[in-house]
T-cell receptor, first 112, second 117 residues
Framework: NAGVTQTPKFQVLKTGQSMTLQCAQD?????MYWYRQDPGMGLRLIYY???????DKGEVPNGYNVSRLNKREFSLRLESAAPSQTSVYFCASSPTRSTEAFFGQGTRLTVV | AQSVTQPDIHITVSEGASLELRCNYSYGATPYLFWYVQSPGQGLQLLLK??????LVQGIKGFEAEFKRSQSSFNLRKPSVHWSDAAEYFCAVAQPGGGGGADGLTFGKGTHLIIQP
């Protein structure tokens, strides 16, 4: 019953450092998403992958890149971290595009 | 573009009392509608969803929601809250079928529910 698994759970980066957030789902879902959650802002979509082999920008894509490695895995990369990217990042998956999404436990990222 | 408004940032309810959380959406047609709950430090859990059909939908943990097309609303209700219901609640919408850059869910900013003993 793993569902959506994100690693790491916590990370502290210095400004300018890079890192990759990993996400894997074991529900055979076609669509995967990366959201960020900031206080008072709800969740905002960064990037999504409607199906294996495709990726598209969401509402707040600047400063991020993604890779849909295979059907199970969808990673988010910060090439040069900035303090404005301090946030909680959630990966989610859904059976098909725009149906109910299932969320991971989140990654709390702090950029100093 | 679709949008979701949750007018109440915080709501305080006594344990055992009834609850209604408000959600209004802006969308050209009938979207898919969702309510999620988030406990501190946790991910989001789906409470219920509406795609079509009966406008009163039942969810987990004793929650229900009613879709009102005329009011563009999808309010969440519970007849009697428990202390364990204290959490953040998010309403979300999605464009049926996605596509055209409209994949994924659009979330409201959330309502923080506080339960008084």
């Amino acid at each position: 019953n793993a569902g959506v698994t994100q690693t790491p759970k916590f990370q502290v980066l210095k400004t300018g450092q890079s890192m990759t957030l990993q996400c894997a789902q074991d529900m055979n879902h076609n669509s995967m998403y990366w959201y960020r959650q900031d206080p008072g802002m709800g969740l905002r979509l960064i990037y999504y992958s409607a199906s294996e082999g495709t990726t598209d920008k969401g509402e707040v894509p600047n400063g991020y890149n993604v890779s849909r490695l295979n059907k199970r895995e969808f990673s988010l990369r910060l090439e040069s971290a900035a303090p404005s990217q301090t946030s909680v990042y959630f990966c989610a998956s859904s059976p098909t595009r725009s149906t109910e999404a299932f969320f991971g436990q989140g990654t709390r990222l702090t950029v100093v | 573009a679709q949008s979701v408004t949750q007018p109440d940032i915080h709501i305080t309810v006594s344990e055992g009392a009834s609850l209604e959380l408000r959600c209004n959406y802006s969308y050209g047609a009938t979207p898919y509608l969702f309510w999620y709950v988030q406990s501190p430090g946790q991910g989001l859990q789906l409470l219920l969803k509406y795609f079509s059909g009966d406008t009163l939908v039942q969810g987990i943990k004793g929650f229900e929601a009613e879709f009102k097309r005329s009011q563009s609303s999808f309010n969440l209700r519970k007849p009697s809250v428990h202390w364990s219901d204290a959490a953040e609640y998010f309403c979300a919408v999605a464009q049926p079928g996605g596509g055209g850059g409209a994949d994924g869910l659009t979330f409201g900013k959330g309502t923080h529910l506080i339960i008084q003993p």
